[in-house]
């Protein structure tokens, strides 16, 4: 069964972390993030992640041979958005309700979190008029 775009499994996502981080870096420089004492085997790691996220579509090169940067394609919020949809989907019959509330009864909102939220809910309630 093929693995939906979102679907990052960790290793993938530790690298899209290391370029949402710095807009953009070469093998290299996330080598060096991931992997502080750079084995040989780093290397390679990492370059079969980059080709994997890159034939999902999900990391794109630039650059030129000699220098060449990787950067995501998607933002951490567009990933995070749909994994959530499907989270919703799947788990709660297409209601972000029960996912929502369970999120915040297994961890509490903190006091800036909850003026957060309170903000968008209004200007939630705003938009539709």
Do not use: C
Not at 13 to 29: E, F, I, K, Y
Not at 51 to 80: F, H, N, W
């Amino acid at each position: 069964m093929t693995r939906p775009p979102e679907d990052v499994p960790e290793s993938e996502l530790a690298v899209l972390h290391v370029l949402w981080r710095q807009d953009g870096a070469t093998r290299r420089q996330i080598v060096d993030r991931l992997y502080p004492r750079g084995e040989p085997a780093d290397f390679t790691t990492v370059q079969k992640l980059l080709e994997r996220l890159e034939k999902r579509g999900l990391v794109r090169r630039g650059g030129s041979e000699r220098q060449r940067t990787y950067s995501a394609t998607r933002s951490r919020d567009e990933l995070l958005s749909r994994r959530l949809e499907d989270l919703a989907d799947r788990l709660g019959g297409g209601s972000l309700m029960p996912l929502v509330l369970n999120l915040v009864k297994t961890r509490p909102l903190t006091a800036g979190e909850l003026d957060e939220l309170r903000a968008f809910v209004r200007e939630q309630g705003t938009s539709g008029e």
